[in-house]
């Protein structure tokens, strides 16, 4: 059995203010044609297939358009959706029924069931619904286990990391339970420990302090094989083979500049005790560039030379298809405001989209400012003199001091305020 593993679409991204639905076309298109040349049995896209809980009517249409053309040139594949973060689980579940005739099974909410007992009854997880038997062309047969983005009233324990984990286990024992002699395959949208982001990636969400990363190791009665979403970067999880994030299809900032992308392709056999994962990697439309590469300080001629070397020019000043995304790095007290326009002006003649300037700024003694004042505590810095730390942020924002009539301005607006405390 060929399953086809993908997440992180993120349909109706802007990158920068720009809108990427041309390059989500281009992936649907690049994924439809594999699909045809593989006819994989199921392709699973485990979550964030939209940017936002609220997608323009243009990324749905790319979105349905994707379904109908790919049950169409393959009718006998099935496809399985999962909600993740980003998406609306109620709305991307809401034609589940219509599209589940398709053979195109979306799990975006959990759902519960109430149990009768002696004392009443309780509504309790219906685990069963989270299951979508699978059978291939060569007889194989497995089950899917669907596992959307958990959020915490579905985890409902205090500990959110051990309540997935329980969550889990506890679908995977039922799923052996009902379905003892076949492969289990989950599909799950979570942040896994020691999973690896770029620095400063301000792309993925991840909660401060770690208190939705889900530790799962040592799992020993795990599922056969789990593919994930929620990190862009494509890698094993927890250090094993069984396990993996495949990767958004498109990096989503400048920080996943080095990212992979593509899909993962698992094949499953009952001969096979491990299942065996190909990688066909995909290349997006627009690459990105960051001018200089390295941490050269460049005057403004210089980086114009360097710009002029790295970019194409434009076809009757029009952009091409494969147009790169920019960023320049600039030393700030090497520009000025005509260096820059100079610049903008220059990149508008290539076949490139500047995306921004990125102002490098230089370390700053701020003891010229704060004088030897230290911090050790919040009372510190109640007691601070307003005016000191306005100083310090506006210096450290700036990269130069307050001139004197900045301070003399400020220095009226905080004595207002005094004067209406007094009132």
Not at 328 to 355: F, G, H, M, P
Not at 394 to 412: C, D, G, P, W, Y
């Amino acid at each position: 059995m060929k399953i086809f593993t993908t997440s992180d679409w993120h349909i109706g991204n802007l990158f920068h203010g720009n809108d990427r639905l041309p390059e989500h076309r281009h992936f649907l298109k690049w994924l439809l044609e594999k699909i045809q040349e593989q006819r994989p049995d199921a392709l699973l896209i485990a979550g964030d297939v939209f940017d936002n809980c609220n997608p323009s009517a243009a990324a749905q249409s790319a979105y349905y358009e994707f379904l109908a053309d790919a049950t169409q040139s393959c009718p006998e594949m099935q496809i399985v959706i999962t909600a993740g973060n980003h998406d609306s689980a109620s709305r991307l579940e809401a034609p589940r029924t219509l599209l589940s005739r398709h053979k195109v099974e979306i799990r975006g909410n959990v759902h519960r069931t109430w149990n009768a007992d002696n004392e009443g009854g309780k509504w309790d997880i219906d685990f069963d619904d989270l299951m979508v038997p699978i059978k291939g062309n060569d007889g194989e047969e497995a089950v899917v286990l669907t596992v959307p983005y958990l959020r915490s009233d579905i985890v409902q324990n205090s500990n959110y990391s051990d309540g997935v984990n329980a969550f889990l286990r506890d679908l995977t024992r039922k799923a052996r339970e009902k379905y003892p002699e076949r492969h289990l395959v989950m599909m799950a949208h979570m942040y896994a420990k020691g999973a690896d982001i770029a620095t400063n990636d301000a792309s993925e969400k991840i909660i401060i302090g770690g208190q939705e990363e889900v530790n799962m190791e040592g799992w020993q009665d795990h599922p056969y094989y789990l593919t994930c979403g929620h990190i862009h970067k494509r890698q094993h999880i927890w250090n094993t083979d069984w396990a993996r994030y495949t990767g958004s299809i498109l990096p989503m900032s400048f920080a996943e500049i080095d990212y992979k992308h593509g899909i993962d392709v698992v094949t499953v056999s009952s001969d096979n005790k491990k299942p065996k994962v190909e990688f066909l990697e995909y290349t997006p439309q627009h690459k990105l560039l960051i001018l200089p590469e390295n941490d050269e300080e460049l005057t403004p001629k210089k980086l114009q030379k360097l710009v002029k070397e790295r970019l194409s020019d434009r076809k009757d000043g029009k952009l091409d298809d494969d147009f790169v995304y920019l960023v320049l790095k600039v030393k700030l007290e090497k520009v000025n405001n005509d260096d820059i326009k100079e610049l903008e002006s220059l990149i508008n003649t290539k076949n490139a989209v500047l995306c921004k300037i990125q102002k490098i700024l230089t370390s700053l003694d701020l003891s010229t400012i704060t004088g030897n004042q230290q911090i050790h505590s919040i009372d510190d810095i109640l007691n601070r003199d307003p005016l000191e730390t306005l100083k310090e942020t506006f210096a450290v924002k700036h990269n130069a001091e307050m001139t004197t009539h900045q301070e003399e301005i400020l220095k009226q607006l905080l004595d207002t305020i005094d004067e209406n405390k007094e009132e």
